[in-house]
């Protein structure tokens, strides 16, 4: 009992739920409709037996005064006071706390919710700066090939761009032929030719890049996201839809069943 | 609106060709109606559709659309019951109505035909499954390639202990019905067995209370699996908050006091999931990262030390578990795989020469 | 202008100098910011819940609706209820059922989505003709290279994700091709996510600057 | 040199975070700008605005909440701007119940900052659900979904609203946009009722917008801070928009910089070993 109901159960409703993609007449197609309502009311309840949870966890460091209590006081103050806000607004004032004219939607909302929630947002400014930093590095073709495309699609999408980037990627060659002309001092023979060689070559790029950067690098960082950035992504989106059709009818064949022990 | 005027326009009019059908594919209780675009349709304000329910009715206004555009679906008819259209091209100082349409009667269809693509790779699809999973019954071996991300996951539930530092698993913000939650409560299990051998903490804090429920069971299971349910601690997996930014506010303030030795960040994660690799980072945990969610993964590839990419993640319970039957549906998604390259190859061939049966038959509208 | 004078200015501005006091390291603001956050987001959450979502759908479903469609909601409150359960430690395991039922909606769900919505319609745009004719021949060997490539990066990291058959001689060559891809690929959504994230921050700076501070 | 070289690559990342900080403030304070020409949907929306006769009616849909907060808000104050220097009425109201506070306190801030009344020369109006519903009674009678103002206040005690009705009454229909409340205005107000609308939309929906404007369903669109930075610039008034693309050109190119110095300081590290 304790284990073939809900697999039962996981079986009907995803089983009708599949047919109902294909019938769309009565009573399964609008079978989806129906559950998808279901779920949001159930949903809704299960949000009890977290903040159950959340509360106990905190009201346990609490009383034994464990590290970090007064934090736990803080959480557990600004719970209840959101909650009476909220509800109290629509007990005592008959008012949905959503209202345009509603104080909590007004105060709580605009000057507590949002400047947390959007500065919590906004921290992914630095990260992706300091990301970007440790994480680009030459080290073989890929990675090169990974952070000329970051490059390239960055600076193609701001005004000015198109005008900073040549400067940027001509300095980068000319770094590039300054370091196979130095290593070509430390080797020999048809080493050192080689070296040479790709110095030369390098700084010959210089100008058609240059020349390039400063007239189509829009157009350039534009089909970088058509064409490869397209590509990848549909090869990644099939993998998943297979893997994830399979995770599916596993876990309605009951197969895989890790949530339910 | 009388039906003497419209019809005396009709005879000078230039606007013809409305016909109304069954609209198809559906659950019953919609007809379609379409008309020839008017040659001066720029001009053209909007068209306003009229429903008649019987040919002496004086017609009801059910609907209009804008210009450009030459269908419309009645969306409240009654199965079984004839109705007649006309439609009114509106310009800014006149109205020149079309014919009426023959009568169309709505039903509901047994079949949705957009799906056949659909339905054919389904059922493919669960026979080759099958076939699979019952190959591995008979005691058939599978090979499975390294995954990197999964072969670290030891290491790094070990290194964490000999640093004497617990072990932090995010479960993502996708709910228990987001298939690559499930997905990444396999990991946990596995993730749990190890720290149990080794005598080491877990700590999920969680962003949907019933996820929570399955990753207590889950870990509860992990830990007795491996001899050890003394040591699980039901206060270590536990609720946070719904909010997207609330939760990653409150696993970045767990990751700056606990300082995790592993870090994994698996499921479902948006715009937080940078937000908490970055952190994680800074406090010197080895980080596996893992999601589905495409857009999130180039910020993992950057700032994790390993990451199961896609579908890589949805393979790691038959990875993990080696269970025979799983690995087997592993060989059965290859093997659709390779049949899809090759139809996509033939579709190709046949493109390029203007035949476009494959890519018809995929078409879903 | 000048420094606001609105408390609740003050207040926001507090809460966004807490959270971005973390950038720096883990301290009392930050804490007290991240803790008032959590405590009240969870509330918020369940305030909106319940206004958006349980009572439209369960209570004035029941009291608008009539009939079959009024008494079918009585399955969504029991499955509810049965949830609830969990809290009553010997009947804690009949909890599963309702868990069963989203996790049986999740993978129907998972299957018609990724088949209808993604893997139908991506089969179908990577079946494109090797050769398109544009109006010169440059455009032509152009147009006609991007098809390619749009092809051969697709099939190629198909096959990276091919996990039943050891990556040797030509599989791996191919899987190789495949990563090449997925790195570009990665790069360009890195790079093309900046924009968004830089006005984030912003917006935020500006806030500081001009609704509390008032100097610009 | 070499010392300078190792430390490049390895640099610790609250400097990082520092270097941001001080690009984003430094270009706001200074007010750093960078001239770039605005785009003709966006002078085009300037001039229809621009050419309303004083005393006009427009009238703002807030459909956004505070995650296109930087895109849409600076949009919205340069456009109140525009219409109060104008003289122009203005009523707002909107479809994401989340967002409309904010387009509250953009519309208070300007209204005081060009001394309007409320009622007179300006109304909030608020949320009132069902998109639909509210978009088609608009045609008819404003008051048959709008009875009161968002504080009750009956709509025939604002001096403002007693010769507002339907859609008759407003000259210009401003939507900022987020999702798809757009094309429902386009779909309700312009194709039933010929309202003319302008659109401002956040950089991701832009695209989608485009074919509204070529068809003629909308006379005018705004898109994302790019758009709004240029109708600063149209209102000569630079604000946050102007600023915020500047700074965008700064930080992209700063870390274009960090990530070279990184590699520079890898190639360095890399030779001694």
Same mark, same amino acid.
């Given at each position: 009992?304790?284990?073939?109901?809900?697999?039962?159960? !996981?079986?009907?409703?995803?089983?009708?739920?599949?047919?109902? /993609?294909?019938?769309?007449?009565?009573?399964?197609? $609008? #079978?989806?409709?129906?559950?998808?309502?279901?779920?949001?009311?159930?949903?809704?309840?299960?949000?009890?037996?977290? #903040?159950?949870?959340? #509360?106990?966890?905190?009201?346990?460091?609490?009383?034994?005064?464990?590290?970090?209590?007064?934090?736990?006081?803080?959480?557990?103050?600004?719970?209840?006071?959101?909650?009476?806000?909220?509800?109290?607004?629509?007990?005592?004032?008959?008012?949905?706390?959503?209202?345009?004219?509603?104080?909590?939607?007004?105060?709580?909302? !605009?000057?507590?919710?949002?400047?947390?929630?959007?500065?919590?947002?906004?921290?992914?400014?630095?990260?992706?700066?300091?990301?970007?930093?440790?994480?680009?590095?030459?080290?073989?073709?890929?990675?090169? #090939?990974?952070?000329?495309?970051?490059?390239?699609?960055? /600076?193609?999408?701001?005004?000015?761009?198109?005008?900073?980037?040549?400067?940027?990627?001509?300095?980068?060659?000319?770094?590039?032929?300054?370091?196979?002309?130095?290593?070509?001092?430390?080797?020999?023979?048809?080493? $050192?030719?080689?070296?040479?060689? /790709?110095?030369?070559? !390098?700084?010959?790029?210089?100008?058609?890049?240059?020349?390039?950067?400063?007239?189509?690098?829009?157009?350039?960082?534009?089909?970088?996201?058509?064409?490869?950035?397209?590509?990848?992504?549909?090869?990644?989106?099939?993998?998943?839809?297979?893997?994830?059709?399979?995770?599916?009818?596993?876990?309605?064949?009951?197969?895989?069943?890790?949530?339910?022990? | 609106?009388?039906?003497?005027?419209?019809?005396?326009?009709?005879?000078?009019?230039?606007?013809?060709?409305?016909?109304?059908?069954?609209?198809?594919?559906?659950?019953?209780?919609?007809?379609?109606?379409?008309?020839?675009?008017?040659?001066?349709?720029?001009?053209?304000?909007?068209?306003?559709?009229?429903?008649?329910?019987?040919?002496?009715?004086?017609?009801?206004?059910?609907?209009?659309?804008?210009?450009?555009?030459?269908?419309?679906?009645?969306?409240?008819?009654?199965?079984?019951?004839?109705?007649?259209?006309?439609?009114?091209?509106?310009?800014?100082?006149?109205?020149?109505?079309?014919?009426?349409?023959?009568?169309?009667?709505?039903?509901?269809?047994?079949?949705?035909?957009?799906?056949?693509?659909?339905?054919?790779?389904?059922?493919?699809?669960?026979?080759?499954?099958?076939?699979?999973?019952?190959?591995?019954?008979?005691?058939?071996?599978?090979?499975?390639?390294?995954?990197?991300?999964?072969?670290?996951?030891?290491?790094?539930?070990?290194?964490?202990?000999?640093?004497?530092?617990?072990?932090?698993?995010?479960?993502?913000?996708?709910?228990?019905?987001?298939?690559?939650?499930?997905?990444?409560?396999?990991?946990?299990?596995?993730?749990?067995?190890?720290?149990?051998?080794?005598?080491?903490?877990?700590?999920?804090?969680?962003?949907?209370?019933?996820?929570?429920?399955?990753?207590?069971?889950?870990?509860?299971?992990?830990?007795?699996?491996?001899?050890?349910?003394?040591?699980?601690?039901?206060?270590?997996?536990?609720?946070?908050?719904?909010?997207?930014?609330?939760?990653?506010?409150?696993?970045?303030?767990?990751?700056?006091?606990?300082?995790?030795?592993?870090?994994?960040?698996?499921?479902?994660?948006?715009?937080?999931?940078?937000?908490?690799?970055?952190?994680?980072?800074?406090?010197?945990?080895?980080?596996?990262?893992?999601?589905?969610?495409?857009?999130?993964?180039?910020?993992?590839?950057?700032?994790?030390?390993?990451?199961?990419?896609?579908?890589?993640?949805?393979?790691?319970?038959?990875?993990?578990?080696?269970?025979?039957?799983?690995?087997?549906?592993?060989?059965?998604?290859?093997?659709?795989?390779?049949?899809?390259?090759?139809?996509?190859?033939?579709?190709?061939?046949?493109?390029?020469?203007?035949?476009?049966?494959?890519?018809?038959?995929?078409?879903?509208? | 202008?000048?420094?606001?004078?609105?408390?609740?200015?003050?207040?926001?501005?507090?809460?966004?100098?807490?959270?971005?006091?973390?950038?720096?390291?883990?301290?009392?603001?930050?804490?007290?910011?991240?803790?008032?956050?959590?405590?009240?987001?969870?509330?918020?959450?369940?305030?909106?819940?319940?206004?958006?979502?349980?009572?439209?759908?369960?209570?004035?479903?029941?009291?608008?609706?009539?009939?079959?469609?009024?008494?079918?909601?009585?399955?969504?409150?029991?499955?509810?209820?049965?949830?609830?359960?969990?809290?009553?430690?010997?009947?804690?395991?009949?909890?599963?059922?309702?868990?069963?039922? +989203?996790?049986?909606?999740?993978?129907?769900?998972?299957?018609?989505?990724?088949?209808?919505?993604?893997?139908?319609?991506?089969?179908?745009? +990577?079946?494109?003709?090797?050769?398109?004719?544009?109006?010169?021949?440059?455009?032509?060997?152009?147009?006609?290279?991007?098809?390619?490539?749009?092809?051969?990066?697709?099939?190629?990291?198909?096959?990276?994700?091919?996990?039943?058959?050891? %990556? +040797?001689?030509?599989?791996?060559?191919?899987?190789?091709?495949?990563?090449?891809?997925?790195?570009?690929?990665?790069?360009?959504?890195?790079?093309?996510?900046?924009?968004?994230?830089?006005?984030?921050?912003?917006?935020?700076?500006?806030?500081?600057? %001009?609704?509390?501070?008032?100097?610009? | 040199?070499?010392? &300078?070289?190792?430390?490049?690559?390895?640099?610790?990342?609250?400097?990082?975070? =520092?270097?941001?900080?001080?690009?984003?403030?430094?270009?706001?304070?200074?007010?750093?700008?960078?001239?770039?020409?605005?785009?003709?949907?966006?002078?085009?929306?300037?001039?229809?605005?621009?050419?309303?006769?004083?005393?006009?009616?427009?009238?703002?849909?807030?459909?956004?909440?505070?995650?296109?907060?930087?895109?849409?808000?600076?949009?919205?104050?340069?456009?109140?701007?525009?219409?109060?220097?104008?003289?122009?009425?203005?009523?707002? =109201?909107?479809?994401?119940?989340?967002?409309?506070?904010?387009?509250?306190?953009?519309?208070?801030?300007?209204?005081?900052?060009?001394?309007?009344?409320?009622?007179?020369?300006?109304?909030? =109006?608020?949320?009132?659900?069902?998109?639909?519903?509210?978009?088609?009674?608009?045609?008819?009678?404003?008051?048959?979904? &709008?009875?009161?103002?968002?504080?009750?206040?009956?709509?025939?005690?604002?001096?403002?609203?007693?010769?507002?009705?339907?859609?008759?009454?407003?000259?210009?229909?401003?939507?900022?946009?987020?999702?798809?409340?757009?094309?429902?205005?386009?779909? &309700?107000?312009?194709?039933?009722?010929?309202?003319?609308?302008?659109?401002?939309?956040?950089?991701?929906?832009?695209?989608?917008?485009?074919?509204?404007?070529?068809?003629?369903?909308?006379?005018?669109?705004?898109?994302?801070?790019?758009?709004?930075?240029?109708?600063?610039?149209?209102?000569?008034?630079?604000?946050?928009?102007?600023?915020?693309?500047?700074?965008?050109?700064?930080?992209?190119?700063?870390?274009? =910089?960090?990530?070279?110095?990184?590699?520079?300081?890898? &190639?360095?590290?890399?030779?001694?070993?």
């Amino acid at each position: 009992m304790k284990r073939e109901v809900p697999l039962f159960i !996981t079986f009907i409703t995803g089983i009708l739920i599949i047919i109902a /993609l294909f019938i769309p007449h009565k009573p399964f197609g $609008q #079978l989806q409709t129906t559950f998808n309502d279901w779920l949001i009311i159930v949903g809704g309840f299960t949000m009890i037996l977290g #903040l159950d949870s959340l #509360l106990l966890h905190n009201w346990e460091k609490i009383k034994r005064k464990k590290e970090g209590w007064l934090s736990a006081a803080f959480l557990i103050a600004s719970f209840f006071i959101t909650l009476f806000w909220g509800f109290g607004e629509g007990i005592f004032f008959h008012r949905n706390p959503f209202d345009a004219s509603a104080t909590f939607l007004r105060y709580f909302y !605009t000057y507590i919710f949002v400047p947390l929630q959007s500065t919590m947002f906004s921290l992914l400014a630095f990260f992706i700066a300091s990301a970007a930093y440790r994480a680009f590095r030459a080290k073989d073709p890929n990675s090169t #090939l990974l952070l000329s495309a970051a490059a390239l699609v960055m /600076l193609g999408r701001v005004p000015g761009g198109q005008a900073v980037a040549p400067w940027i990627f001509a300095f980068v060659l000319l770094l590039l032929a300054y370091y196979f002309f130095n290593e070509s001092k430390k080797t020999s023979g048809t080493q $050192q030719t080689v070296y040479i060689i /790709l110095a030369i070559i !390098t700084l010959i790029l210089i100008y058609p890049v240059f020349y390039i950067l400063l007239h189509y690098l829009n157009g350039i960082a534009d089909w970088i996201m058509n064409i490869p950035q397209m590509a990848a992504k549909r090869g990644i989106w099939i993998g998943i839809s297979l893997g994830g059709i399979a995770m599916s009818l596993r876990i309605i064949f009951g197969i895989e069943k890790t949530y339910l022990r | 609106m009388g039906i003497i005027l419209p019809i005396l326009i009709f005879l000078y009019s230039p606007f013809k060709g409305v016909k109304a059908f069954d609209t198809p594919d559906d659950g019953g209780g919609s007809i379609t109606i379409k008309w020839e675009l008017l040659k001066e349709d720029s001009s053209v304000m909007r068209y306003d559709v009229y429903r008649y329910e019987s040919l002496k009715d004086t017609g009801v206004l059910i609907g209009s659309v804008l210009r450009g555009s030459n269908t419309y679906q009645d969306i409240g008819t009654k199965d079984g019951k004839q109705y007649w259209y006309r439609v009114a091209a509106i310009y800014p100082d006149t109205v020149l109505f079309s014919n009426l349409s023959s009568p169309a009667v709505s039903k509901a269809q047994w079949f949705n035909s957009k799906t056949k693509a659909s339905l054919f790779i389904l059922l493919f699809f669960g026979i080759v499954l099958f076939w699979f999973t019952e190959e591995a019954k008979k005691g058939k071996r599978t090979y499975i390639r390294k995954i990197a991300g999964l072969e670290a996951v030891e290491e790094a539930v070990g290194r964490s202990t000999e640093l004497g530092k617990p072990i932090l698993f995010v479960p993502g913000i996708g709910l228990i019905n987001d298939i690559t939650t499930i997905a990444a409560l396999s990991i946990l299990k596995r993730v749990a067995k190890k720290a149990a051998e080794y005598e080491s903490r877990v700590i999920v804090p969680n962003f949907d209370p019933i996820v929570m429920v399955a990753a207590q069971e889950t870990v509860k299971e992990g830990y007795t699996e491996s001899g050890r349910p003394d040591l699980y601690n039901e206060n270590d997996v536990f609720f946070l908050t719904s909010d997207q930014f609330g939760y990653a506010a409150g696993v970045d303030g767990m990751m700056m006091r606990e300082k995790p030795g592993a870090i994994f960040l698996q499921g479902t994660f948006y715009a937080e999931a940078l937000i908490l690799a970055e952190t994680g980072h800074s406090v010197g945990a080895i980080q596996i990262s893992g999601t589905t969610s495409v857009t999130q993964l180039p910020f993992f590839i950057a700032a994790t030390d390993y990451t199961l990419i896609g579908e890589e993640m949805f393979a790691a319970s038959a990875y993990l578990s080696k269970d025979p039957l799983m690995l087997g549906t592993i060989k059965g998604e290859d093997l659709t795989k390779l049949i899809f390259i090759i139809i996509i190859g033939i579709g190709v061939i046949l493109e390029t020469f203007g035949i476009h049966i494959i890519s018809n038959w995929f078409s879903i509208f | 202008m000048s420094i606001s004078l609105n408390p609740w200015v003050w207040i926001a501005a507090f809460l966004t100098l807490s959270m971005m006091s973390f950038l720096y390291k883990d301290n009392i603001f930050y804490k007290i910011g991240e803790h008032i956050y959590v405590g009240s987001s969870a509330a918020f959450m369940l305030i909106y819940l319940w206004y958006f979502d349980v009572k439209p759908k369960l209570i004035d479903g029941f009291i608008n609706n009539t009939g079959f469609s009024r008494w079918i909601l009585i399955i969504p409150a029991f499955l509810s209820l049965l949830m609830l359960m969990r809290f009553v430690r010997p009947v804690a395991w009949i909890s599963r059922w309702a868990i069963a039922f +989203t996790v049986g909606m999740g993978a129907g769900l998972g299957i018609t989505g990724l088949l209808q919505g993604f893997l139908v319609p991506q089969i179908k745009a +990577t079946i494109l003709p090797l050769y398109v004719s544009g109006h010169s021949t440059l455009m032509t060997i152009y147009l006609s290279l991007n098809n390619i490539l749009l092809i051969l990066g697709t099939l190629s990291a198909i096959v990276y994700f091919y996990f039943s058959k050891e %990556h +040797t001689g030509p599989v791996k060559k191919i899987s190789q091709i495949g990563i090449t891809f997925i790195m570009v690929a990665f790069g360009a959504s890195f790079g093309y996510t900046v924009m968004a994230r830089i006005s984030l921050l912003i917006g935020r700076v500006y806030f500081l600057l %001009h609704n509390w501070l008032g100097l610009v | 040199m070499r010392e &300078f070289l190792e430390k490049a690559g390895n640099i610790d990342r609250r400097i990082i975070y =520092l270097i941001i900080f001080l690009a984003v403030a430094t270009t706001i304070l200074v007010k750093a700008r960078f001239k770039s020409s605005p785009l003709p949907e966006v002078q085009r929306s300037y001039k229809i605005i621009n050419d309303l006769p004083s005393g006009s009616v427009v009238m703002f849909s807030i459909d956004y909440d505070a995650s296109s907060m930087p895109e849409l808000d600076p949009m919205l104050r340069a456009m109140l701007r525009h219409c109060f220097k104008k003289n122009l009425k203005v009523i707002m =109201l909107g479809h994401w119940p989340l967002g409309l506070p904010l387009g509250q306190l953009a519309l208070d801030d300007i209204a005081r900052e060009y001394h309007k009344k409320y009622g007179t020369d300006y109304v909030f =109006l608020g949320y009132r659900p069902g998109l639909q519903a509210v978009m088609l009674n608009l045609g008819k009678e404003i008051r048959s979904v &709008f009875a009161t103002d968002y504080k009750g206040t009956p709509l025939d005690s604002l001096p403002l609203m007693r010769n507002v009705h339907n859609y008759n009454d407003i000259a210009i229909l401003v939507g900022l946009e987020a999702g798809s409340v757009g094309d429902a205005w386009v779909q &309700f107000a312009n194709a039933r009722f010929n309202q003319k609308i302008i659109l401002g939309s956040t950089a991701v929906i832009t695209p989608d917008l485009y074919p509204y404007l070529q068809a003629g369903q909308i006379v005018g669109l705004i898109g994302g801070l790019r758009g709004a930075s240029d109708y600063e610039t149209l209102v000569e008034h630079p604000a946050m928009a102007s600023l915020g693309m500047a700074s965008q050109t700064v930080v992209h190119v700063l870390i274009i =910089l960090l990530i070279l110095l990184g590699n520079i300081g890898y &190639f360095a590290t890399r030779r001694k070993k």
